[in-house]
């Protein structure tokens, strides 16, 4: 079988590896973390993303390379694509590490994200604030991830000290207006380079602390308001030439309207219910699509319901063996642990998942409710 590089060494890369394995591929990763999750199921090139000599050796061992992580520098990716077959291309890489590049790549496919403004200094900070109207989200344009590089302002007064606040990162800064959402959902799609695009049942997600908690599929949202949702995912996935996946995260607002927060170009931790929950797992549908294999089946074969173990949870996940106490059972429910083999345990990081099959995500609420393991932080 042919060897699938990976810039990334991540828990996506790791999930992603063992779901090709078992497809007869073989990985190699590059990440700069010593044993880093998908360094426990593959080679490791241990160096940093923008080593170029540590990126030629992994073009020189791959016939076909992947990212699973937006940040990594892309001209990097750029040099791999020149010296190896990069199907997702640096170019989408370039654009989804941008929130700016990204919100003008919507406009441009007629998707809509919820309005912003760019920020470059104090004064375009209040005059946003006064166009937008509060409460408002500031974020750094690059490099944030789990809600970290974001400040919600909710008066005028909060503006200046937000500023400053992430202005100290020197990064670009952009000002979104704050969406009174209804729920949060995301669409993965697939796009092969052959064109065919397929994408995974609709997913509702709640945040806690700006980190994804939860994953409820069949979402609890109007069946008219999916089928829009899968629909202009698809569009994006087109209209950005994806190879590959594209994970892309809304706000359905009130009146059922739909907003385009985010997108992702690799497989996503909103995905993660596709391992048990669909024929096919994000994980695989991504390597059919970068080897341009036919997509997989994205039939849904169970309710599900996808918490996040972090840090603060792991203990108590650990101890009852992913097989928690009889009140699951009770409910038929049938629990998935999946651990990503991280050294080191931090509140707040992603350690693991869970995916609950259930008869009725209810169930599974009700019991992840009532369960003292999420209560601790
Ligand atoms: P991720 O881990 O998904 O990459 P991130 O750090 O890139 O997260 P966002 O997805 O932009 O951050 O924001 C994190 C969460 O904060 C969102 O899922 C949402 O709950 C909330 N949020 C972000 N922007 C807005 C907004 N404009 N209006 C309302 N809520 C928002
Ligand atoms: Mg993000
Ligand atoms: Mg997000």
């Not at 360094?39 to 791959?62: M, T």
């Not at 200094?121 to 946003?128: E, K, N, R, V």
């Not at 106490?325 to 693991?352: C, I, W």
Request: aromatic letters at 6%.
């Amino acid at each position: 079988g042919a060897t699938i590089g990976i810039l990334g060494g991540g828990q996506l890369g790791r999930m992603m590896a063992l779901a090709g394995t078992a497809m007869g591929y073989r990985f190699i990763t590059l990440d700069p973390t010593p044993g880093a999750p998908c360094g426990q199921v593959a080679p490791q090139i241990e160096a940093s993303y923008s080593d170029e000599a540590a990126a030629r050796n992994l073009a020189l061992a791959s016939d076909v390379i992947t990212y699973e992580f937006e940040n990594v520098d892309a001209d990097v990716a750029a040099l791999l694509e020149k010296e190896s077959y990069v199907p997702q291309g640096s170019t989408l890489l370039y654009t989804t590490q941008h929130r700016l590049r990204e919100k003008r790549a919507m406009e441009s496919a007629g998707i809509p994200a919820a309005p912003y403004r760019e920020i470059t200094d104090l004064p375009s900070l209040i005059q946003a604030a006064e166009e937008l109207g509060l409460p408002c989200v500031l974020k750094t344009a690059t490099g944030g991830y789990d809600g970290k590089g974001q400040a919600v302002i909710r008066s005028s007064e909060e503006l200046e000290a937000a500023y400053e606040e992430l202005a100290a990162s020197g990064r670009e800064l952009v000002l979104e207006k704050f969406i009174a959402f209804q729920a949060e959902i995301s669409v993965i799609a697939a796009r092969s380079p052959k064109g065919e695009v397929k994408s995974f049942p609709v997913s509702e997600n709640i945040h806690v602390d700006g980190i994804l908690h939860l994953s409820i599929v069949p979402a609890r949202v109007e069946e008219s308001i999916q089928r829009e949702a899968r629909k202009l995912a698809e569009k994006l996935a087109e209209s950005l030439n994806v190879a590959g996946l594209l994970a892309v995260e809304m706000f359905v607002t009130e009146d059922g309207g739909l907003y385009v927060n985010e997108v992702a170009p690799r497989p996503h931790n909103s995905g993660h219910y596709t391992m048990e929950a669909c024929a096919t797992s994000q994980f695989e549908q991504h390597v059919r699509a970068i080897c341009n294999l036919p997509l997989g089946d994205i039939t849904l074969l169970s309710p599900v319901v996808m918490v996040n173990v972090l840090g603060q949870h792991l203990e108590e996940v650990v101890k009852q063996a992913g097989v928690p106490d009889h009140a699951l059972n009770e409910y038929g429910a049938v629990p998935k642990l999946h651990l990503y083999g991280k050294n080191e345990s931090k509140t707040g990081r992603k350690m693991g998942h869970i995916n609950l099959l259930c008869k009725d995500v209810q169930h599974a609420l009700d019991w992840i409710e009532q369960t003292h393991i999420w209560r601790q932080g």
